[in-house]
């Protein structure tokens, strides 16, 4: 391939790429959610009135966390989404995080989050079927930043 043609490429490959990428921008349109102090004020404000399902999605954390300032956590669900959020009932403000799952988009996250004292981690899966779906783990923050 010439250079030309590759570069000609590599530009309509630029142009098209951002049309493809969409997201909800949840901070602007459900500024509520990130002000709640409570997770189930938080989850009306992203949901309204729901009743999520038991199970379904997957939080992982370790139990006792020596760092309440970087705790790993892994969200994961076979479930087909269109979001997933992320809330601690041991912050101020609950929410944490809201992803937008795209079409076929596989629901197998990680990030680390930070919390002042011990609680617990909740998951909202909103499923493609319109049903919603809850997971849960607790988890205690070691003060002194020993884990015994």
């Known amino acids: 391939m010439d250079r030309r043609k590759f570069l000609n490429l590599s530009i309509v490959a630029a142009v098209a790429l951002p049309v493809g990428l969409s997201a909800i921008d949840f901070r602007a349109t459900k500024p509520?959610?990130?002000?709640?102090?409570?997770?189930?004020?938080?989850?009306?404000?992203?949901?309204?009135?729901?009743?999520?399902?038991?199970?379904?999605?997957?939080?992982?954390?370790?139990?006792?966390a020596s760092n309440g300032g970087a705790i790993p956590v892994t969200v994961k669900s076979d479930i087909a989404a269109k979001s997933v959020a992320l809330f601690q009932d041991a912050n101020p403000e609950s929410a944490v995080a809201v992803f937008t799952v795209g079409e076929g988009?596989?629901?197998?996250?990680m990030l680390k989050i930070k919390m002042k004292k011990s609680g617990k981690i909740t998951a909202i899966l909103e499923g493609i079927d319109g049903k919603f779906y809850i997971g849960s783990q607790s988890l205690e923050v070691a003060l002194g930043g020993c884990e015994g």
């Open 105 to 109: 988009g596989i629901v197998d996250y």
């Open 32 to 64: 509520d959610t990130w002000t709640a102090h409570t997770v189930a004020d938080s989850i009306k404000a992203l949901y309204g009135d729901i009743k999520p399902a038991e199970g379904g999605v997957t939080v992982k954390a370790p139990k006792v």
